[in-house]
């Protein structure tokens, strides 16, 4: 439960712990919506030559960055392989067969930028969580949608939940360690191959940490009546923000990756090399 980085602030100087929130959160909406225009190994491998770039600028270690995929490598590793397994491809013959199981070479090749794409799309995220936080990023979300209070859409309330949950998340890891190491001295099986037994495990530990959940939020909503929260009405903030011109610089850059990456896929120009890159 320690390798889970979502939440989790990485004090430091950099570049990027320093940027105007609003943009790094307008950044990291325009990066996902690439990510999915993703096409071509040249395309993914643009992308992540960003992300390390990003990494390096925001001087996080890279192995803490790592440790944030792990809650998904089972994940992508089951559906790369049922997608190896299951994908179709009437122009070719399979490279393989096992009664209705059939493994071509695109089957492979789609797995692969599937897989990649899913690592991509968790890479940064974190990186963001890492750099920022939770107040920034909630007053960030808050600015940006701010827009929305003239149809009276709780904007405040939103950024507030987001922050919450941010905030607890390293407070209910430490808490399931806690109760994990528990369950262990009294002879819970987390460390058995039989994934039934496992399962059976983890229920004494899920209870727990639910009522565990409900108390902190009690004495949470407990604490902000005690200091008299009635909502943003009137509420101010100790930092503003304020944007520069890196943070301008910044999403004019992603702007024209966005628009580079588009330009692989669709080559409105129907130049050659691009089609070629595009493959």
């Known amino acids: 439960m320690r390798d889970v980085t979502i939440g989790q602030y990485y004090p430091s100087n950099s570049i990027v712990h320093r940027a105007d929130p609003r943009f790094k959160l307008v950044i990291l909406i325009l990066y996902i919506v690439t990510v999915f225009f993703c096409e071509s190994f040249f395309s993914f491998g643009v992308m992540t030559v960003f992300v390390l770039v990003t990494i390096l600028l925001s001087r996080v270690p890279f192995l803490k960055v790592l440790k944030g995929l792990k809650i998904i490598i089972v994940i992508v590793l089951i559906t790369t392989l049922l997608m190896m397994i299951f994908y179709s491809d009437t122009s070719s013959k399979p490279l393989a067969e096992w009664g209705i199981f059939h493994i071509y070479l695109n089957g492979i090749y789609a797995s692969i930028k599937l897989a990649w794409r899913l690592l991509l799309l968790v890479m940064m995220p974190t990186v963001l969580t890492l750099t920022s936080t939770p107040t920034e990023l ?30 607890l998340i390293p407070t209910l890891i430490e808490e399931t360690d806690k109760i994990m190491n528990a369950q262990k001295a009294r002879g819970a099986a987390f460390e058995s191959r039989n994934p039934f037994k496992k399962i059976k495990a983890m229920l004494p530990v899920l209870i727990p940490l639910f009522v565990s959940s409900f108390r902190r939020a009690d ?32 999403l004019l850059f992603w702007c024209a990756v966005t628009v580079f990456i588009l330009f692989l896929k669709y080559n409105w120009l129907g130049w050659g090399f691009v089609t070629v890159l595009g493959l």
């Open 138 to 167: 909630c007053d960030g979300l808050e600015s940006l949608l701010s827009p929305l209070k003239k149809i009276r859409f709780p904007v405040h309330e939103l950024a507030l939940i987001m922050s919450i949950a941010l905030r």
């Open 219 to 250: 004495d949470l909503a407990d604490a902000m009546d005690s200091r008299c929260y009635r909502g943003a009405k009137g509420r101010t903030r100790m930092k503003k923000l304020r944007c520069h011109v890196g943070d301008v610089l910044a």
